[in-house]
């Protein structure tokens, strides 16, 4: 069975379809796109042949009907003849259409080609010029990093280089000029690094130039806050608890905050840090971009500090230019460390600043040794002083330096007791040993000020002039003593942190200086043969020993808190107080030693013919001697001390006298000798009497008691005991015997010539004691 899409395709159903068109429009509907359909397919002539059959057909459908009617028909036949004639101009209209759309159709055909054509053409030129523009776009992008880069924007040349790679190429991929600017990227990074790293490097060079400057603001800046807290202190004194950079004086300064890494007279500019840093992060190099810092910052270092160092020039320049230009290394890593911990942790920046301390410290210790002035070296101590409170601020470790302080102070306290020594001991030497003439009020009382000494009387009941009782080297030595102490206090100021060192280094030193070369040296000069001057030196002694007591307390009230509590002690003291009694010994010396001179003196004649009337010059010029000294040389002693004289100048003098009866080479003594002696000791005891002190009349009890043993007529009560302790007790029982073996009644004559020659003799005898 014929599908139905044939069926509609058969002509006969065509011309069926279009005759029974209802209407002209329908008619002319179904009938146009019938002829374009066959004229399309060359089927004209078939469509036209169906006409003509269909004509025939429909004629003889006419003819069979018209026979029924021929007026109908006729009419009917004219209808048709006019019909046909429509046709057939309708078929030759429509073959003149199908003609004309043929050719239109070829027109336009070919017409669709070249729009085609050209449409195909518009497109490429359209793409070519956009892939032109993209590529000129890429090609500006490209040159305006290079513009970029040499207006020196780092960081917006690698922003368009990132664009460039990372949007504009990928329009453009299928271009070569993609592939070389994708290949020259790295490249340009490369450049833009290292430029930006040769900014980074100039920068550093001029922040190692500036090193040293920012180094001396900052310590000028810490130099006036601790002016302004000693002002502070000074209107508030429970200010002065509270040390530089502790919270309240942090606090009580905030006001006068003081930038100086941006400031009036310097300005430090981190810009390129910042720029190199945000470069490498963006290029993925911040590992790379960070050992190159820290290798660069270690070689800066190096560069920093010099081989050696003089700190005996005046104004210590090389120490100054040391500390400060590590001070202004260390404050920019801080800074840096701050702005940018990314690039710098603490752990780097320490340790670079422990690397900087202990080399300046070796150079410091280095050079110590050529500086022989503790003035020199206190100052040398202060700029330190002032290096760690100015680091300090920056929260830098300073434990290394505070250690350093310590080695500085032994060396300041051994140059300090050197030149205290060298002044004692010229004090003591250059002295005159003689009781300190005043002249005048102002002259009392800076004497009084500056020694430990309190007189019986004020400025005010004293007249002038006057003799103060200790000798020139006293004061003196007390002037340089309180030097010594504030020399020590000032090293120990509120910037020194170990107060405990230096107040048990200061008693250590004082009690050296004061027993070795004070003591000892006074303890030297005790060997002299003059007595003036060793009474002197024990007056100096005993002021001394007063001076050594009030140091004493002097150290426990300027000693530090963290010191230990209690009293503190000097060697001193006692050594002065025992010396004193060397001193006192060593008169005893030289007066005994006198009196053995002046005994020897002595020349009795145990076996004289002739009574003597007169007691021996020897004695007279021993009691003269011992009254001058008491009223002269020995005058300013104390009283006990000059009783303590008396007393044993008196029993060696009796001891001695004693002794010469007692003598081997005395063999015989007649009542003559006896008497002679006796006539001494009674001018011996009449002026020991005269001095109205019953305890020295003692001292002549041997002696008195042995003379009335041997002026005794009955010699046997020496060898009843009970009559011995009741007249002669005090006799020693073997000097007794021996004695009286030597007694004889006979009184021999003297030839002549040897009386001249006594009488000769006993007249030098005045003359070589200054008698008259």
């Known amino acids: 069975m014929p599908s139905i899409v044939a069926a509609r395709s058969d002509p006969s159903y065509v011309l069926n379809q279009i005759v029974l068109s209802p209407s002209d429009t329908d008619y002319l509907d179904q009938l146009i796109p019938s002829i374009s359909e066959y004229s399309h397919g060359n089927k004209t002539s078939q469509l036209l042949h169906s006409l003509s059959e269909f004509a025939g057909d429909r004629e003889n459908e006419i003819e069979r009907i018209c026979n029924a009617n021929h007026q109908e028909f006729v009419t009917s036949v004219n209808q048709l003849l006019r019909i046909r004639e429509g046709t057939v101009n309708l078929t030759t209209e429509i073959l003149s259409l199908s003609q004309s759309i043929q050719s239109s159709t070829e027109r336009l055909v070919q017409q669709k080609k070249a729009l085609v054509d050209s449409r195909g053409v518009r497109q490429n030129i359209d793409e070519a010029g956009n892939a032109l523009q993209d590529c000129l776009e890429v090609l500006r992008l490209a040159n305006q990093v290079h513009d970029l880069l040499a207006r020196k924007n780092f960081y917006a040349a690698l922003r368009a280089l990132d664009e460039l790679q990372n949007v504009h190429l990928r329009s453009v991929t299928q271009y070569k000029i993609a592939e070389m600017i994708r290949r020259s990227v790295p490249a340009t990074q490369k450049t833009i690094a290292d430029a930006v790293m040769n900014d980074l490097n100039t920068w550093l060079f001029r922040i190692r130039e500036m090193s040293q400057y920012l180094g001396e603001l900052s310590f000028y800046n810490t130099d006036l806050r601790k002016q302004r807290q000693q002002e502070r202190a000074e209107r508030t004194p429970y200010l002065s608890n509270f040390k530089l950079n502790s919270a309240i004086e942090l606090v009580s300064d905030e006001h006068e905050e003081y930038d100086v890494l941006n400031n009036d007279d310097l300005q430090v500019d981190f810009t390129p840090l910042f720029e190199c840093l945000h470069i490498h992060q963006s290029l993925g190099q911040m590992d790379k971009f960070r050992a190159e810092y820290a290798a660069t910052r270690r070689r800066q270092k190096e560069l920093l500090l010099p081989a050696s160092i003089s700190l005996v020039d005046e104004d210590m320049a090389n120490l100054h230019t040391l500390l400060e230009d590590m001070a202004g290394f260390a404050i920019v890593e801080r800074a840096t460390m701050k ?434």
């Open 339 to 772: 702005r940018a911990p990314d690039l710098r942790s603490s752990i780097d920046v320490e340790e670079l600043w422990d690397s900087l301390c202990q080399t300046a410290i070796s150079l410091i210790g280095k050079a110590l040794p050529d500086v022989d002035n503790a003035e020199q070296l206190l100052k040398v101590k202060n700029l330190i002083a002032l290096f760690i409170q100015t680091m300090n601020t920056w929260r830098f470790p300073t434990a290394a330096m505070s250690g350093f302080l310590l080695t500085l102070f032994e060396k300041y306290a051994q140059l300090l007791k050197r030149r205290f020594s060298d002044d004692f001991l010229e004090i003591v030497s250059t002295d005159d040993y003689m009781p300190m003439p005043i002249q005048n009020a102002e002259e009392f009382e800076k004497v009084i000020t500056v020694s430990w000494y309190c007189p019986e009387r004020g400025v005010d009941g004293t007249k002038f002039p006057c003799v103060l009782p200790f000798s020139q080297m006293y004061p003196l030595c007390c002037i340089d003593i309180r030097n010594f102490l504030n020399q020590f206090y000032f090293y120990a100021n509120d910037d020194f942190p170990h107060r405990e060192v230096v107040d048990e280094a200061l008693r250590v030193a004082l009690d050296d200086l004061l027993c070795e070369e004070v003591c000892g040296s006074l303890v030297q000069k005790l060997s002299v043969q003059y007595i003036g001057q060793i009474v002197q030196i024990l007056i100096n002694l005993e002021h001394f020993e007063t001076a050594c007591k009030e140091l004493e307390s002097l150290l426990v009230k300027a000693r530090s808190p963290e010191s230990s509590v209690g009293s503190v002690s000097l060697r001193a003291t006692d050594k002065f107080r025992n010396n004193k009694k060397t001193a006192e010994k060593r008169i005893f010396e030289l007066v005994n030693s006198k009196i053995d001179d002046l005994v020897e003196t002595a020349e009795y004649d145990w076996a004289g013919t002739t009574k003597p009337i007169e007691p021996s010059t020897y004695i007279q010029t021993l009691t003269q001697y011992l009254s001058n000294i008491m009223n002269s040389m020995l005058l300013s002693l104390p009283t006990e001390i000059k009783e303590l004289i008396y007393f044993d100048a008196i029993s060696h003098a009796a001891k001695a006298i004693l002794a010469l009866p007692l003598s081997p080479t005395v063999t015989k003594i007649n009542p003559n000798g006896i008497s002679a002696l006796s006539i001494d000791v009674h001018f011996l005891s009449d002026f020991v009497a005269s001095l109205q002190n019953p305890i020295l009349q003692q001292n002549l009890d041997e002696l008195q008691q042995t003379v009335a043993l041997m002026e005794s007529d009955n010699s046997d009560e020496f060898y009843d005991s009970g009559l011995r302790n009741r007249k002669y007790g005090q006799v020693n029982p073997l000097n007794g015997p021996i004695l009286l073996e030597k007694i004889t009644k006979v009184v021999e004559a003297a030839p002549q010539t040897a009386a001249a020659s006594a009488a000769e003799r006993l007249k030098g005898f005045g003359t070589r004691f200054g008698m008259r």
